[in-house]
C-alpha cells in the first residue's frame, strides 16, 4: 500500500471544443470580450500529463469559455473521483451579478449536486467596482460557510483588502488566494507584497504560489523566490499550494527553503484537506 503523500496540482483548466453536452459559445462565454479556444483541453489530456510528471491528483479550476455553465467540470469530478476536484465560476465578469438572489442557491446546486468544491471568484476584470465585500455578496458567502464550500479568489493586489474584509466576516470559508495576488515586484513592498502578507492574519486563507505570474525572468523564475520565501514564513507550508505542471519540478526540486515536510505540505496534503478531504 503507497503511503506516501499526494502530489496534487492545485490548478488546471480543462475544456472540450466538439462534445455537444459541453458546448462552448462566445455568447455564453465569461472571458474578457467572448473568446472561444480552438483546440482541446481535455480531462484526458491532464490524466496523461499527471502520469509524465507523476502527480496523483489535479485541482480543477473554472474556465471562463464555459462561462457560468460548470457541467464539464461536474463531469470530470464524477467520472474520476479519485483524480479530480474542481470549482467552478458563477460571479463576476460577464457571469451572473453578485447580488443575484438566485447565487445562494447556484451555489448549493454545484456543491451538492454537481459535486463541486467551490467557486472562483475574479473581481481582477472589474478593478472599479469592489463587489467582493459588498454587502450584496454576504448571503453568497453564508451559503459557503454553510457549505464548507472553498473561494478561489483572482484579483488585483489593490483588492487584497476587499477579501481582507471577507475572509475576517466569513471565517468558515476558506479563501485560496490565486496567482500571488498577482504582485507587481517591481513594486514598493508597501504596495505590493506587504498586504498580501497581513493576509496570514485569517486562518481561513491560503496561497496558490503560481510562480510565473509575478515574475520577469525565465523559468525558474528567481526573481520571485524571495517574495515566495516570505509568504512561506508568513503563511507556513500548511497553507500555501502549488500549481501548474510547468512549476512542478521547481517547486519540488529546486527552491532551496523548503524542507522535505514542507514539501509534503505544498505539493499535496494542503490541496487534499482544502478540496478533496470536504468531501468525507
Same mark, same amino acid.
Given at each position: 500500500?503507497?503511503?506516501?503523500?499526494?502530489?496534487?496540482?492545485?490548478?488546471?483548466h480543462?475544456?472540450?471544443?466538439?462534445?455537444?453536452?459541453?458546448?462552448? %459559445?462566445?455568447?455564453a @462565454?465569461?472571458?474578457? =470580450?467572448?473568446?472561444?479556444?480552438?483546440? &482541446?483541453?481535455?480531462?484526458?489530456?491532464?490524466?496523461?500529463?499527471?502520469?509524465?510528471?507523476?502527480?496523483?491528483?489535479?485541482?480543477?479550476?473554472?474556465?471562463?469559455?464555459?462561462? %457560468?455553465?460548470?457541467?464539464?467540470?461536474?463531469?470530470?469530478?464524477?467520472?474520476?473521483?479519485?483524480?479530480?476536484?474542481?470549482?467552478?465560476?458563477?460571479? =463576476?465578469?460577464?457571469?451572473?451579478g453578485?447580488?443575484?438572489?438566485?447565487?445562494?442557491?447556484?451555489?448549493?446546486?454545484?456543491?451538492?449536486?454537481?459535486?463541486?468544491?467551490?467557486?472562483?471568484?475574479?473581481?481582477?476584470?472589474?478593478?472599479? %467596482?469592489?463587489?467582493?465585500?459588498?454587502?450584496? @455578496?454576504?448571503?453568497?458567502?453564508?451559503?459557503a460557510?454553510?457549505?464548507?464550500?472553498?473561494?478561489?479568489?483572482?484579483?488585483?493586489?489593490?483588492?487584497?483588502?476587499?477579501?481582507?474584509?471577507?475572509?475576517?466576516?466569513?471565517?468558515?470559508?476558506?479563501?485560496?488566494?490565486?496567482?500571488?495576488?498577482?504582485?507587481?515586484?517591481?513594486?514598493?513592498?508597501?504596495? =505590493?507584497?506587504?498586504?498580501?502578507?497581513?493576509?496570514?492574519?485569517?486562518?481561513?486563507?491560503?496561497?496558490?504560489? @503560481?510562480l510565473?505570474?509575478?515574475?520577469?525572468?525565465?523559468?525558474?523564475?528567481r526573481?520571485?523566490?524571495?517574495?515566495?520565501?516570505?509568504i512561506?514564513?508568513?503563511?507556513?507550508?500548511?497553507?500555501?499550494?502549488?500549481?501548474?505542471?510547468f512549476?512542478?519540478?521547481?517547486?519540488?526540486?529546486?527552491?532551496?527553503?523548503? %524542507?522535505?515536510? &514542507?514539501k509534503?505540505?505544498?505539493?499535496?496534503?494542503?490541496?487534499? =484537506?482544502?478540496?478533496?478531504?470536504?468531501?468525507?
Open positions: 500500500m503507497d503511503t506516501r503523500p499526494p502530489i496534487i496540482n492545485a490548478a488546471e480543462v475544456w472540450v471544443t466538439n462534445d455537444p453536452r459541453f458546448p462552448i %459559445t462566445p455568447q @462565454s465569461g472571458c474578457p =470580450g467572448g473568446n472561444v479556444p480552438n483546440r &482541446d483541453y481535455s480531462a484526458e489530456h491532464l490524466l496523461s500529463e499527471m502520469r509524465i510528471y507523476g502527480i496523483d491528483k489535479v485541482v480543477i479550476s473554472g474556465v471562463c469559455y464555459y462561462g %457560468t455553465n460548470n457541467d464539464y467540470n461536474s463531469y470530470c469530478v464524477k467520472t474520476w473521483p479519485d483524480k479530480f476536484a474542481a470549482f467552478g465560476l458563477m460571479v =463576476g465578469h460577464r457571469l451572473h453578485p447580488g443575484d438572489p438566485k447565487n445562494p442557491e447556484r451555489l448549493e446546486h454545484a456543491i451538492l449536486e454537481q459535486g463541486l468544491a467551490g467557486m472562483r471568484l475574479s473581481p481582477i476584470y472589474e478593478r472599479e %467596482t469592489p463587489w467582493l465585500n459588498d454587502p450584496v @455578496s454576504y448571503p453568497l458567502w453564508q451559503k460557510e454553510e457549505l464548507g464550500a472553498v473561494f478561489n479568489i483572482f484579483m488585483h493586489p489593490s483588492q487584497i483588502v476587499q477579501v481582507a474584509d471577507m475572509a475576517e466576516r466569513f471565517p468558515g470559508v476558506k479563501v485560496v488566494v490565486d496567482h500571488l495576488a498577482m504582485i507587481d515586484i517591481s513594486l514598493p513592498d508597501s504596495e =505590493g507584497i506587504d498586504p498580501l502578507l497581513d493576509l496570514a492574519r485569517y486562518s481561513n486563507v491560503y496561497i496558490r504560489a @503560481s510565473h505570474n509575478p515574475s520577469r525572468e525565465p523559468p525558474p523564475y526573481d520571485v523566490w524571495p517574495y515566495l520565501e516570505r512561506y514564513n508568513r503563511f507556513g507550508p500548511q497553507r500555501m499550494l502549488y500549481a501548474n505542471f512549476e512542478h519540478l521547481i517547486m519540488k526540486e529546486i527552491i532551496p527553503f523548503f %524542507t522535505e515536510e &514542507d509534503e505540505w505544498i505539493m499535496g496534503k494542503t490541496a487534499l =484537506g482544502v478540496y478533496f478531504d470536504r468531501r468525507q
